[in-house]
């Protein structure tokens, strides 16, 4: 699934489309700014990127740091589906190959190959990958037993559509037609094109720039601003050392809002079976690396 792989296959069209017309509109918010569309857009970035990406893709559904209740698990997961990430059982299969090829051939998106390949190229490629959700459940077939997550593989792109026509009925129906585009481009398309680079920045930033606390078998490291940006992911030195704990920050000043949100789960009573990496000087190795 490496470049040479993919490439042969030629654009995703629809794809690149998408994404094109998503900057379009987030450029076309700018001149769209009230505080309140700002306000939407915090409380829908966070849902998308903290609650869904961070919190239940990546640390719930790919790795099983922790386990929650099946009924919250498909709530965080449709919380997912608004960042224009794809369904769950793309999006974890994607991510179980990069662990299991960090950095050589046959990750999707190593920037080995490039950094915009690694940003947003392999997406533009990734037409096979996107479509085939059978040859990729063997990636998760816990996700693939499971009709929920099949179901919403398939339509994933369908509770971010009622958002972005929730967004414009809603502002038109209080403020008239301009507040109903402005919601529209504040909560959807700069909102959705802002958690797109977060994300994709993972990929490619934090395996080209930061620090290595571990001396993992791949580039990975651990970059303050990344981390910022994403809740927590940007310790991805950490997260490649200890990819199953919940937590990615390992030290106080290592900053992971994501693993507040899982900690609040749990004082909720929803959330348990956390895994917690602890970093020990000592011992500065993790096991079986
Ligand atoms: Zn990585
Ligand atoms: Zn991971």
């Known amino acids: 699934m490496g470049r040479t792989a993919t490439a042969g296959e030629g654009l995703n069209w629809l794809t690149v489309a998408v994404v094109a017309f998503f900057h379009i509109g987030a450029v076309a918010a700018l001149f769209f700014f009230t505080w309140q569309r700002l306000a939407v857009m915090a409380i829908l970035y966070v849902l998308a990127i903290n609650v869904g990406i961070g919190m239940c893709y990546h640390r719930l559904l790919t790795h099983r740091g922790y386990y929650v209740p099946k009924w919250v698990e498909y709530v965080m997961t449709v919380c997912a589906t608004l960042s224009l990430e794809g369904g769950p059982i793309f999006w974890v299969s994607t991510h179980r190959v990069h662990h299991q090829l960090s950095d050589q051939e046959g990750d999707p998106h190593t ?84 958690g797109l680079h977060a994300t994709w920045l993972v990929n490619s930033a934090t395996h080209l720039w930061g620090s290595r606390r571990f001396e993992t078998r791949d580039d990975s490291r651990n970059n303050w601003w990344v981390a910022l940006l994403t809740g927590g992911e940007g310790w991805h030195n950490n997260h490649h050392a200890h990819p199953v704990s919940a937590r990615h920050g390992l030290k106080w000043y290592e900053i992971d809002p994501n693993f507040w949100g899982i900690w609040l789960l749990a004082r909720l009573g929803l959330a348990r079976r956390i895994q917690v990496a602890k970093y020990d000087p000592a011992n500065p190795k993790p096991a079986g690396m």
């Open 111 to 194: 920037p080995r190959e490039g950094a915009w390949w690694a940003h947003t190229g392999w997406i533009f490629f990734g037409a096979a990958l996107h479509s085939q959700t059978e040859a990729l459940a063997r990636y998760s077939p816990d996700l693939a037993r499971d009709r929920f997550h099949v179901w919403l593989s398939k339509y994933h792109w369908l509770p971010l559509t009622v958002s972005g026509l929730a967004l414009l009925g809603g502002g038109w129906y209080f403020g008239g037609w301009q507040s109903g585009v402005g919601m529209l481009c504040w909560g959807l398309f700069l909102r959705v094109t802002l």
